[in-house]
């Protein structure tokens, strides 16, 4: 297990993470958060529950996208490659809000109901048979005035993100925080605002098994590509992590727990029967890791999106 040295994620700054309150759009932030009844009974601990999906875009992406897309230049076109999807809408509808353009590139086999919703938001998709990535990368450094935005490696994304941190410490209560691990913006920016605030607090990551490169590279420090074994719970299903990302985890993450489908399909059921909530896998991942992992209470932890294709909701729990 590598040492906390928070000195590792010094560059993402407390003093962003605090202003990017003023400037992300306000139906982003403070997502309900609360204990309820039947959850704990079925976890056997108490557990602070944040629910990210009440907003236009049903995820917390939008935090981080709204505050990098503001320290872009005026008139800019954002580009962005989303993978899961949830950070292409989030960066579609920063782009909108500011009246600038935004051209998203998602692998081949992207959820139609997410690129949907892209283009709903006025993105331009393009869908790229191959590494979409650096496809998205080609594209944005061929003109100045376009601005590459990429999840897990930009700090001002993880600043966004971290604003969930300074929310889960308004109601406190908590001895971890138990968060999707996927390219490790939400994580690394919750976790640098509770390191300093709250430094008892144990931050615990909750990977897929079947994407375990960011997990694998916390462990060795070495950024190696994984390709993913499903795809299933596709907002964490990162083959390939950023070094930046990797530094950070390394430097602010205490644990990392691995769950597989079978775990991430018995806690979607467990939020909508407890919850009322629908989340869609990667939004799971949390709950999955509290039950699988027997994470000692009290603990805190996000439900992060609610973007599922409909298929995925059919025979839950079964």
């Keep these: 297990m590598p040492q906390n040295r928070t000195e590792g994620a010094a560059d993402l700054d407390l003093e962003n993470i605090a202003r990017a309150r003023e400037v992300i759009d306000p139906v982003f932030l403070d997502g309900p958060q609360y204990r309820e009844a039947s959850l704990e009974e079925r976890l056997g601990r108490p557990v602070l529950v944040k629910v990210e999906t009440l907003n236009p875009l049903r995820s917390f992406k939008g935090r981080g996208a709204e505050f990098a897309a503001a320290q872009a230049p005026t008139g800019a076109e954002l580009v962005c490659a989303s993978g899961g999807g949830n950070f292409g809408q989030a960066v579609a509808y920063a782009a909108r809000r500011r009246g600038m353009a935004a051209t998203v590139f998602v692998p081949a086999t992207a959820s139609p109901l997410k690129t949907g919703r892209m283009e709903g938001f006025g993105a331009r998709v393009h869908r790229v048979d191959g590494d979409f990535q650096a496809a998205g990368a080609a594209y944005a450094a061929d003109a100045l005035d376009r601005v590459f935005l990429q999840d897990g490696r930009d700090p001002a994304v993880a600043e966004g993100a971290g604003t969930i941190g300074a929310e889960l410490l308004r109601t406190g209560g908590f001895d971890a925080v138990v968060l999707p691990l996927g390219d490790g913006a939400l994580i690394t920016g919750v976790a640098r605002w509770i390191r300093a605030h709250a430094p008892g607090v144990r931050i615990i990551g909750a990977g897929a098994a079947a994407a375990p490169a960011l997990a694998r590279a916390w462990r060795t420090g070495v950024p190696e590509p994984v390709a993913p074994s499903s795809t299933f719970a596709a907002g964490i299903t990162i083959a390939r992590p950023h070094p930046e990302s990797v530094r950070r985890t390394r430097a602010l993450v205490d644990e990392v727990f691995l769950v597989d489908d079978g775990r991430i399909r018995s806690a979607m059921h467990l939020a909508a029967e407890t919850l009322g909530v629908l989340p869609e896998p990667a939004g799971a991942a949390g709950l999955a ?22 298929e995925h909701f059919r025979g839950l729990g079964g």
């Design 289 to 310: 890791a509290i039950g699988a992992h027997g994470v000692p209470g009290p603990v805190a932890t996000v439900i992060t999106g609610a973007n599922a294709d409909l």
